[in-house]
Nanobody, 126 residues
Framework: VQLQASGGGLVQPGGSLTLSCAAS????????IGWFRQAPGKEREGVAC????????YYADSVLNRFTISRDTAKNTVSLQMNSLKPEDTAVYYC????????????????????WGQGTLVTVSS
């Protein structure tokens, strides 16, 4: 059971980047899946997630209308399309899932997720 995140890099403010998270050893469709980030000196926070119960998408207020989470069933991956990036989006981004049901927006809470990928660094700077 493993999650592998990729796609991070350096991007200028206002730019776009797409992160990808590949799952192995299990099928993503059945479980909640989310993207989280941790900036230096700050706590890990939820960015976007898909609930396990009905597939509803949830976003942190700080990324609403800029980031889009999506799941590709055929590839067993989940992506995070990030547009209009800001310097404050700079962080290590992680994907995570949980094998027990997570209801509603609780999938944005890091303490509810038990399987984590290794993280990919996103730096937004000119």
């Amino acid at each position: 059971v493993q999650l592998q995140a990729s796609g991070g890099g350096l991007v200028q403010p206002g730019g776009s980047l797409t992160l990808s998270c590949a799952a192995s050893g299990f099928t993503l469709d059945y479980y909640a899946i989310g993207w989280f980030r941790q900036a230096p000196g700050k706590e890990r926070e939820g960015v976007a997630c898909i609930s396990s119960t009905d597939g509803t998408l949830y976003y942190a207020d700080s990324v609403l209308n800029r980031f889009t989470i999506s799941r590709d069933t055929a590839k067993n991956t989940v992506s995070l399309q990030m547009n209009s990036l800001k310097p404050e989006d700079t962080a290590v981004y992680y994907c995570a899932t949980n094998f027990a049901p997570i209801y509603g927006s609780s999938c944005l809470r890091p303490e509810w997720l038990e399987v984590w990928g290794q993280g990919t660094l996103v730096t937004v700077s000119s």
